[in-house]
């Protein structure tokens, strides 16, 4: 009896056995595949399909597509294919599931890391040498930001260069005449503009200084404190670093001023950071950190809004840091499987490089340019207030997030202790941040776990 | 007797015979193929994968690496998001589960008493459940928003206190309990037709009796809706251990940061992780992050989690359940 159940149970531990050692040796996806070597020199005349995926919607995606509609007049046998509103899970998602997306655009670098180091975006080196492309033409930080570990996997399209916005009529109506430079002014030109109702409730914000509010990140405050990351062994010094100290100090100090329910319940009432109720546009905030994208939605939300634009405020102790920022940027590449890596190359290499297109975006989108000859472009249009921008873009202490190949999870990290330190949850700042060192430390060793 | 006589010659069945059982068995067999089909593909494969990824360094982007325990040994000794998010989650487990529970048959019950507008009553407390939940959530929280909801509007008019509902780190999980009241119709409806199928005469035979309204419902209705309730409890259990969209998109839109493209990602568990669930920190850390091996020991935990819990209840089930196998 128990031989005939021997009998019966073999096919079924053979089929069990054989699907596990399917499922572990090929079903899961995730194979990589750097994409063919290019041709010794380029095609003289491109043809096909390129699909383009890029994460710009409305009024930016139609300039993106002005620029493509560009493209494919002066290649008629190549025709792309766009894809908008595309974030960067969408296109890992379907890198990994093996959809072909030739073209590919992220809005951050967060990412960049995974995507050269996983072979997700092709290595474009090959091209770069093959077709001359001179990659000083790009800065320093944009130059950095665009490859990881010395692979070179995309090429930058625009950049997003951060700095104050101050309302103009709030600051002349308080007796000022000049933004702020230093965190003590900031601080002390915030509770000045700021407006209570009879309850002492906010009515207008001189600056709200809470993390996750709009652009507040620290990440984004970060450069203009002179605080650093990583140490140069590759761990979290977060916790070393004093500068982070002194941000995580100043903003504190600034949340208790308002009261951390009040800022709570004033920032609860206003509107999506990303609409015409923008509360900067609408008036109720006087001072805000935001990128030079923000000067392209007043133009269209709020034409009539007396704003101006600054570098942001510095650390107290560190004013040589005076006009430098935060810089990220959008990066661009080939995706892993492109079925037209030639022409796929060619919309990269035009969209990153032809100073003509990359003028025609930037003024379109008021992002900021990533060659030299589109940054000193005659046909750039540039106001006092896009200026800023530029000036801050080309100002040697600004600075980005570094690329990991474990992503942005180390800012998240140190955003969950930021949301708990400003509600007064975190009363030992040092040892928060010594915590969220280790915390940083055993993400990145998960992450590359031998 | 007859079976005992058939299943006796069955063992000395001729070669026909024999034939005509392969094939029906063959017959039933193809009639199962697409279910079994369906179990394999969709339920077997991606449930070995997982638990064989839970033992890998699996980016979605480059092959899975064997690494053993690492990702058990970090999720439980190294990961404090995952002690909140487990806490979260149980707390909705104990809370929102048997507070729907109740206020769905309190209006089952109610319903049930009412002498005109049954079906009018009836539509307008199951309207809420047909709502998208994402659509449901956006108009919950804009009700509730501390400056400018009508909820606190109204609470101020009255003098009374204008909490910070889904700012509130001590309010957000109550508040998802309200908003899983006003969806409560889904339960409602199955307890409204368990209770107008309990027999008229037992009702009658305990009047006759003399019982009060509380033993009326002790020692009538509850026995003879008691299998729809462990149902109830049962899918509720396994529906809170796997909850995530209400508490992302009450997060994102309260935190406001109810965007796409550009701009930060939503602040976990918006306020200060008090909604961050062990669904949501399992997709953060495998769709975000791209800890996909991470992602899949969380997932076997949470499965084994959800097993257990619906095994005991199961088990409960027999000496709870009016009927079931083993009630006396």
């Keep these: 009896m128990s031989i005939i159940r021997g009998r019966r149970r073999a096919p079924a531990i053979s089929a069990v056995a054989v699907g596990l050692a399917l499922v572990a040796t090929g079903c899961s996806s995730g194979a990589t595949d750097a994409g063919t070597a290019p041709a010794s020199s380029a095609p003289a005349k491109l043809s096909g399909t390129v699909t383009f995926w890029h994460f710009f919607t409305d009024r930016e995606a139609a300039a993106i597509q002005t620029a493509v509609d560009k493209f494919q007049a002066a290649n008629p046998g190549v025709k792309v294919e ?28 967060d990412q960049i890391g995974k995507f050269c180091s996983t072979g997700a975006w092709q290595d474009l080196s090959a091209y770069v040498k093959r077709d001359g492309v001179d990659i000083n033409q790009i800065p320093p930080v944009v130059r950095d930001y665009t490859q990881f570990d010395g692979k070179r996997c995309s090429m930058p399209m625009l950049s997003d260069t951060y700095g104050l916005y101050y309302n103009k009529k709030m600051l002349a109506d ?34 709200v200084p809470t993390f996750g509010f709009y652009e507040n990140a620290p990440a984004h405050f970060a450069p203009s404190f002179g605080a650093s990351w990583f140490t140069a062994d590759g761990k979290s010094n977060i916790g070393s670093d004093p500068a982070w100290a002194s941000m995580f100090t100043w903003q504190k100090q600034l949340v208790d001023f308002y009261g951390y329910d009040k800022l709570t319940r004033f920032t609860a009432g206003l509107g999506q950071e990303f609409s015409a109720d923008n509360a900067f546009e609408k008036g109720k905030v006087a001072m805000m950190i935001d990128g030079e994208y923000r000067n392209a939605f007043i133009k269209a939300e709020a034409p009539t809004l007396e704003y101006g634009t600054a570098p942001f405020p510095t650390d107290d102790a560190k004013t040589d840091l005076y006009g430098a920022g935060y810089v990220t940027g959008n990066v661009i590449g080939i995706g892993r499987g492109s079925q037209n890596p030639e022409a796929a190359w060619a919309l990269v290499k035009y969209l990153s490089t032809d100073t003509d297109s990359v003028v025609a975006v930037a003024n379109g989108i008021k992002n900021v340019p990533t060659t030299t000859p589109a940054l000193t472009s005659p046909a750039l249009e540039k106001d006092a207030n896009y200026q800023t921008f530029l000036d801050v873009f080309a100002n040697a202490h600004s600075s980005t997030t570094p690329t990991t190949a474990s992503g942005k999870a180390y800012q998240d990290t140190l955003g969950t202790f930021a949301e708990k330190w400003q509600s007064g949850k975190v009363t030992d700042l040092a040892g928060g941040l010594k915590t969220v060192d280790q915390q940083i430390n055993d993400q990145l060793a998960l992450g590359s776990a031998p | 007797m007859t079976i005992a006589v058939e299943t006796r010659s069955a063992g000395r069945s001729s070669p026909a015979l024999r034939a005509k059982r392969r094939h029906q068995r063959l017959t039933v067999l193809a009639f199962l193929t697409p279910w079994l089909l369906g179990v394999a593909i969709f339920f077997v494969y991606p449930l070995v994968d997982t638990i064989y990824l839970s033992f890998t360094r699996y980016d979605l982007l480059s092959p899975p690496k064997w690494i053993g325990l690492t990702n ?25 589960v048997p507070a729907r529970m109740l206020f769905g048959l309190a209006v089952a019950t109610l319903v049930t008493r009412l002498k005109s507008g049954l079906g009018v009553f009836r539509t307008v407390f199951y309207l809420p459940a047909l709502v998208p939940p994402v659509a449901g959530v956006l108009a919950f929280v804009f009700l509730f928003n501390p400056a400018t909801g009508p909820v606190n509007q109204i609470l101020g008019a009255l003098g009374l206190p204008q909490p910070l509902w889904f700012n509130d780190p001590t309010l957000s999980k109550p508040s998802l309990v309200m908003l899983g009241l006003w969806g409560v119709g889904d339960l409602m409806i199955i307890f409204l037709a368990s209770l107008l199928d309990v027999p008229k005469e037992q009702y009658e035979a305990a009047a006759l009796d003399g019982v009060n309204p509380w033993q009326r419902f002790r020692y009538v209705t509850l026995p003879n809706i008691s299998p729809v309730l462990m149902f109830a409890a049962i899918t509720g259990v396994i529906a809170a251990l796997q909850y995530f969209t209400e508490a992302v998109v009450a997060a994102s839109v309260a935190s406001g940061q109810a965007t796409t493209g550009g701009g930060n990602s939503a602040l976990l568990g918006y306020p200060e992780g008090s909604t961050l669930t062990y669904a949501q920190w399992l997709y953060v850390m495998g769709f975000k992050n791209y800890y996909l091996g991470y992602a899949s020991a969380l997932a076997v935990v949470m499965f084994v989690v959800s097993l257990g819990v619906t095994l005991i209840l199961l088990r409960r089930a027999r000496s709870l359940v009016y009927g079931a196998e083993g009630t006396r």
Excluded: C, H
């Design chain 1, 174 to 207: 308080a007796g000022y005449s000049a933004p702020p430079k230093t965190m003590s002014e900031l601080t002390a030109m915030a509770e000045k503009l700021t407006k209570l109702d009879g309850k002492g409730a906010i009515q207008v914000a001189g600056f």
């Design chain 1, 82 to 109: 766009v894809k908008k509103g595309q974030d960067d899970d969408k296109t890992i998602q379907a890198i990994a599931a093996g959809q072909p997306i030739d073209v590919v655009l992220s809005y951050s670098t």
């Design chain 2, 72 to 96: 058990y040994r970090f999720m439980f000794t190294k990961d404090p998001q995952v002690v909140q998010a487990a806490y979260n989650t149980l707390w909705l487990v104990a809370i929102l």
